[in-house]
T-cell receptor, first 112, second 117 residues
Framework: GNSVTQMEGPVTLSEEAFLTINCTYTATGYPSLFWYVQYPGEGLQLLLK?????DKGSNKGFEATYRKETTSFHLEKGSVQVSDSAVYFC???????????FGTGTRLLVSP | DTAVSQTPKYLVTQMGNDKSIKCEQN?????MYWYKQDSKKFLKIMFSYNNKELIINETVPNRFSPKSPDKAHLNLHINSLELGDSAVYFC????????????????FGDGTRLSIL
C-alpha cells in the first residue's frame, strides 16, 4: 500500500539556519505530493504541493521537488524564522483514491 | 469567513457517553473527510464522503458513525466513548478526488480535541 516516511524530530535550529526535512514515499501509481504545516493549537494548512515528477512546489520561502527516481519530496528553506516553528507533515494522494496518506510529522523548533 | 469549521473545539466527557462533532465547509467542495490525530501527532483517515455518499471507510469501530445531511456538512457521532478515543479529530474538504482532481489540496478545520475521563 501507499506510505510516507519522514525523518524523526524534533529538528532544532537557530534562526536563519538552513532547513531540510526528509520525506520519501511508496506508491503504486503516480501520486500528488503535499507538505502541510500545523502550528500549535491549529489545524493543518497546505504549505506546498507538486503533482508530477520534477515539479517544484514553493511557498513562503519553502521548497520541495518531486523526485520520482528517488521517490522523495524533501522540504527545504534557506533561512528559517522563529515563526516557522511547527509540525510539518508530508503527504501523498494517489490518482485512484481520495484520501491523503500522511507521514508521522516532524516537529521544527527554531530558537532566536 | 472560516472555510472549514468544526464544533466544538474542545470536548471533555466521560467513558460510555455518546457525543457528536459537527463540521461545515463553505468552499463549495463536494468531498469531505474525517481524520484522527493521536497523541503522537499521527494522522489517519477515518471516513470520506463525496456528494453525501460514503466513499472511504477505514478500519474504524462501528461506534463511529458519520452523517452527511448535505454536501456542506459532515458530522461525526461516537457512541459508547472509550479512553482510546481521546484524540484530536480533524474535518477536511476538497473538490473532486480522482484522476486529475487528486492533486486538489484538502482544506482542514482547526480540530476538535476530545478528552475521555
Amino acid at each position: 500500500g501507499n506510505s510516507v516516511t519522514q525523518m524523526e524530530g524534533p529538528v532544532t535550529l537557530s534562526e536563519e539556519a538552513f532547513l531540510t526535512i526528509n520525506c520519501t514515499y511508496t506508491a503504486t501509481g503516480y501520486p500528488s505530493l503535499f507538505w502541510y504545516v500545523q502550528y500549535p493549537g491549529e489545524g493543518l494548512q497546505l504549505l506546498l504541493k507538486a503533482t508530477k515528477a520534477d515539479d517544484k512546489g514553493s511557498n513562503k520561502g519553502f521548497e520541495a521537488t518531486y523526485r520520482k527516481e528517488t521517490t522523495s519530496f524533501h522540504l527545504e528553506k534557506g533561512s528559517v524564522q522563529v515563526s516557522d516553528s511547527a509540525v510539518y507533515f508530508c503527504a501523498l494522494r494517489d490518482t485512484g483514491f481520495q484520501k491523503l496518506v500522511f507521514g508521522t510529522g516532524t516537529r521544527l523548533l527554531v530558537s532566536p | 469567513d472560516t472555510a472549514v469549521s468544526q464544533t466544538p473545539k474542545y470536548l471533555v466527557t466521560q467513558m460510555g457517553n455518546d457525543k457528536s462533532i459537527k463540521c461545515e465547509q463553505n468552499l463549495g467542495h463536494d468531498t469531505m473527510y474525517w481524520y484522527k490525530q493521536d497523541s503522537k501527532k499521527f494522522l489517519k483517515i477515518m471516513f470520506s464522503y463525496n456528494n453525501k455518499e460514503l466513499i472511504i471507510n477505514e478500519t474504524v469501530p462501528n461506534r463511529f458513525s458519520p452523517k452527511s445531511p448535505d454536501k456542506a456538512h459532515l458530522n461525526l457521532h461516537i457512541n459508547s466513548l472509550e479512553l482510546g478515543d481521546s484524540a484530536v479529530y480533524f474535518c477536511a474538504s476538497s473538490q473532486g478526488g480522482t484522476g486529475t482532481l487528486s492533486n486538489q489540496p484538502q482544506h482542514f478545520g482547526d480540530g476538535t480535541r476530545l478528552s475521555i475521563l
